[in-house]
C-alpha cells in the first residue's frame, strides 16, 4: 500500500494553512496493522514544514513521528526535493541540524542522515545556493551537503537514472515542470513525480509546481488513476503556477480524478463550490490519501 498525507495545501504566502508539502508511505500491510510505514519519503519541506510535521505528530496514526512531545526527525527516511524555493526547502536547515545533534550518539557520533533524491542540477544549487549559509561551518570543519544527508543525485539525462524506488514495489519517475524559466522552458530547474506500482502497473501523478501544460503532461495524467496537481486561484498574467481558469480545460474525466494543492487562503468561499463538484476536490491537510491499495 501507498499512502499520501499533505502535512499543509497551501501556496507560498498562505496563512491559514501551511505549505504544500507532502508525506508519502509505503506499508507491507497498511496503517491499520502497522505502527509506522515500512519506508517513506517527505516530497518537500519548506519554511512551514516544521511546525506542519510537529501537528501531524499529534494525529491519530502519525504516532511514529512524536518523541516525547517533539518531532522524531529519523522517523523521515527520505526527502525529496522538486524545487528550491523556500516553501519547499526552507525546513531543510531545522532537520538537519536536529538530525545532527539531536540523535547524536554521547560519542560524538554524526547522528542520522535521512536519503535526500533529486536531479543532480537541483542538489548542486541547493547547497550552494540555499543552504550552505547556514550549514556550511561545523565545529572545526567546513561542511559539506553529505555531512547531513545522504545523497542521491538523478542524472537528468539518462532514462535510466531519472527513477527510484520504494519496496521495490513502487516506483518514483521524475519529469520536468515548467514552473519558471530564464531563457527557455524547463532551463530553471523544477521536477514532478509519476509514480507507478509496479505488481499492477498503475499509476498516479504528482505535479510539484508547474504552469498548466497539458499538451506535456496528457499521457501521464490520462494514465494515472489519481492526479495532485497544483492551483493558483487569482487570476494572474503570466502565472508560474496552473491557473484554475485553465485547469478547468482539462478532460472530464481527468478532472474528476484530480485533487486541487497549493492554494491560497479564499479555497473555501462558496464562488469555489463547483470545484469540489467537478473535480476530486481541494486536497485536505492531515489526511491519508491511498494511493495505491
Known amino acids: ?16 494553512n501551511y505549505q504544500s508539502n507532502a508525506l508519502i508511505e509505503a506499508w507491507t500491510e497498511g496503517p491499520g496493522a502497522q ?3 515500512d519506508d517513506n519519503l517527505l516530497v518537500d519541506f519548506g519554511s512551514t514544514g516544521p511546525m506542519a510535521l510537529h501537528d501531524l505528530k499529534d494525529v491519530d496514526g502519525f504516532e511514529y513521528l512524536n518523541d516525547e512531545g517533539r518531532i522524531h526527525f529519523p522517523s ?4 525529496f526535493i522538486s524545487h528550491q524555493h523556500a516553501d519547499h526547502i526552507g525546513g531543510l536547515e531545522e532537520m538537519a541540524f536536529a538530525n545532527r545533534f539531536m540523535y547524536a550518539a ?6 542520522y542522515r535521512p536519503q535526500l533524491i533529486s536531479s543532480a542540477d537541483i542538489l548542486e544549487r541547493l547547497w550552494d545556493q540555499s543552504l550552505k549559509g547556514g550549514l556550511g561551518v561545523l565545529k572545526d570543519k567546513s561542511a559539506t551537503l553529505q555531512d547531513y544527508f545522504d545523497v542521491r543525485a538523478l542524472a537528468n539525462k539518462n532514462p535510466q537514472e531519472i527513477a527510484f524506488d520504494m519496496l521495490q514495489n513502487y516506483r518514483f519517475s521524475i519529469f520536468p515542470t515548467d514552473h519558471l524559466s530564464i531563457q527557455r522552458k524547463y532551463d530553471w530547474p523544477s521536477l514532478g513525480l ?6 499492477s502497473n498503475a499509476s498516479a501523478f504528482f505535479s510539484g509546481d508547474t504552469k498548466y501544460d497539458y499538451e506535456a503532461y496528457q499521457a501521464m495524467l ?7 496537481h497544483d492551483v493558483q486561484l487569482y487570476e494572474q498574467p503570466d502565472p508560474v503556477h496552473a491557473l484554475l481558469s485553465e485547469l478547468w480545460n482539462l478532460p472530464e474525466e481527468i478532472r474528476r480524478k484530480t485533487y486541487l494543492y497549493h492554494f491560497d487562503d479564499t479555497w473555501d468561499e462558496p464562488r469555489f463550490d463547483s470545484v469540489r463538484e467537478q473535480f476530486a476536490g481541494f486536497v485536505a491537510p492531515r489526511k491519508r490519501y491511498t494511493i495505491f491499495e
Open 35 to 37: 505502527k509506522a510505514p
Open 76 to 79: 523521515i527516511k527520505r526527502v
Open 1 to 16: 500500500m501507498l499512502t499520501i498525507t499533505f502535512l499543509g495545501v497551501g501556496g507560498a504566502f498562505a496563512k491559514r
Open 194 to 199: 509519476f509514480v507507478t506500482d509496479t505488481k
Open 106 to 111: 554521547s560519542n560524538g557520533d554524526a547522528g
Open 222 to 228: 490520462h494514465e494515472s488513476k489519481v492526479i495532485f
